[in-house]
């Protein structure tokens, strides 16, 4: 009787989602990618007011860092421990530690219970993205993967215009503490909404063992080269004891993590998951365009306030365009998947739209301030059709059981390569103001006013040359990844009834 039980339960939990179930799981995912997206913006706006509030304007930047090392770190852990544990548990537990750590920020008392906050609250918000990109790949087919994970991006265009205004607005009238309550109601209501609609999603899944030890590696040598990334030029010279140290220790660990690799009975990062060309591919072309994409969201308001003579404001509305239209560019990458099979034209047809954004303002780097605003937002455009094509070129192409611990890796090596893409970028603006730590720089808005219009557009001319280097070689990354096919019928081909499933065994 418990055995015909137990089939029946299988059989029923191995049902498809109807299109109702699939609608109420993706608002709930829709919800929980907002709320990871909304904290990393609304903060921002804020920094002065808590600075001054705790009484230490000198370790600000470590609210901001302590949560872009600790998301990025548990990317890939996540992944495994949801093919693991399926994808429900680890969202909820996902959910539940970036709800404490919002509480533990809202209630700090000084700089250093904030940095702890912000780390929990990292290591929550951290494992969101991946779980939610996984979701929809165990409830989609691939074909139609790239419409719903377009729609997934325009969380993030929201969050990326109403977290900045909303923090600052926060700021002004009410207290600090209340951008991070506000994380709480939402995060509940995240949770409940995930739990209940997530209990019959498909799990695929075998055995898996967690790597403990190869975990444990992967993290000591991305954060030892964030830190390294994060701090040089700015916190410390880039040629300095510091920055050398933590470089070489993190490739020591690396060595280290890669000969683990390859003895590990069941190692964190599978081989044959890291072997696979399209994910190598599929990753470098992500990570370089999302490297340079968020080079141009943060040192564009710079370029437009020197080079343009804009204020604070008026830089942020003029950079609009860069964040607003990655979500049209990526429904449209998303639709073209569900229509046409050779799917990878989008994404040529985008990232050749960022070379000739960023090419026109490597050409002329002081242009009129309307066609800099065009030319960014052919950036923010092209950038948007890579990532659905990247994503689900790479869950695509491994096995079910490994989907989760390719997402994981993919937004792991995507946040570390676009970071080394940041850092380059900034080194070269930093350099060329003569902005250095050892020669006790007057602060990098100061620099560039002294610089003047002509010279700040001549080092940013610099800046759009290496963000040129790597458009290109995410248009070669693109090229160079095999286009598989996908399974799921294109919109063009007959509809196909589903095949019922066979009764329970007696």
């Known amino acids: ?46 920094l002065p007011t808590i600075g001054r509030d705790l009484g230490d304007l000198h370790n600000l930047s470590w609210v901001i860092i302590a949560y872009l090392l600790s998301s990025t770190v548990v990317a890939p852990l996540y992944g495994k421990l949801s093919d693991i544990h399926g994808r429900r548990a680890m969202m909820l537990v996902a959910i539940g530690l970036f709800v404490a750590g919002s509480a533990v920020c809202a209630v700090a008392p000084s700089m250093a219970m904030l940095i702890v906050g912000r780390t929990l609250q990292g290591i929550g918000g951290g494992g969101i993205v991946p779980m939610v990109q996984t979701t929809v790949a165990d409830m989609i087919t691939p074909r139609e993967r790239g419409h719903y994970q377009a729609y997934m991006g325009s969380a993030w265009i929201v969050a990326g215009i109403v ?15 209340a951008i991070f309550w506000l994380n709480v109601p939402l995060g509940l209501l995240t949770a409940m909404l995930v739990s209940k609609s997530m209990m019959r999603l498909p799990r695929h899944q075998r055995p898996h063992k967690l790597d403990l030890v190869g975990a444990s590696l992967m993290i000591a040598a991305s ?41 590990a009975p069941e190692p964190f990062l599978p081989l044959h998951v890291l072997a696979n060309p399209v994910m190598r591919f599929g990753t470098t072309a992500t990570a370089c365009a999302l490297g340079v994409m968020t080079g141009f969201m943060i040192y564009m308001p710079l370029y437009y306030q020197v080079v343009h ?35 990878k034209i989008s994404s040529y047809f985008g990232m050749a739209m960022v070379t000739l ?21 052919l950036v923010g455009f092209g950038v948007g059709t890579v990532f659905p094509v990247a994503t689900v070129s790479i869950q695509n192409a491994v096995e079910r059981h490994d989907v989760g611990t390719a997402t994981g890796a993919m937004n792991f090596f995507r946040a570390l390569a676009s970071a080394l893409v940041v850092a380059i970028m900034g080194a070269i603006l930093l350099a060329g103001l003569g902005f250095t730590p050892e020669r006790g720089g007057l602060g990098l808005e100061v620099s560039a006013a002294q610089a003047g219009a002509d010279g700040i557009a001549e080092v940013f001319r610099l800046v759009f040359v290496a963000a040129l280097v790597f458009s290109i070689l995410a248009l070669i990354a693109l090229v160079l990844m095999e286009e598989r096919p996908l399974t799921g019928a294109t919109k063009k081909d007959a509809p196909v009834a589903p095949v019922p499933p066979p009764a329970p065994a007696e």
């Open 309 to 343: 003579g804009l204020s604070a404001t008026q830089s942020g509305l003029a950079l609009v365009p860069v964040i607003v239209l990655t979500t049209p560019g990526s429904m449209m990458s998303g639709r073209a998947m569900m229509h046409i099979r050779r799917y």
């Open 357 to 377: 954004g960023v090419a026109a303002l490597v050409w002329w780097p002081a242009m009129p301030l309307a066609w800099s605003m065009v030319a960014s937002g």
């Open 1 to 46: 009787m418990s055995s015909f039980k137990e089939r029946t339960e299988t059989h029923a939990a191995a049902a498809p989602l109807s299109q109702k179930e699939i609608h109420r799981i993706f608002y709930g995912l829709m919800l929980g990618g907002f709320l990871s997206a909304v904290n990393q913006t609304i903060v921002a706006s804020a």
């Open 223 to 263: 954060v030892a080269l964030l830190l390294a990334l994060t701090s040089g030029g700015t916190r410390v010279p880039w040629i300095s004891p510091t920055i050398f140290g933590l470089i070489a220790l993190s490739m020591a660990l690396t060595v280290v993590f890669a000969w683990w690799l390859s003895r």
């Open 163 to 177: 977290g900045p205004a909303l923090g600052g607005i926060i700021a002004d009238r009410l207290h600090w503490s």
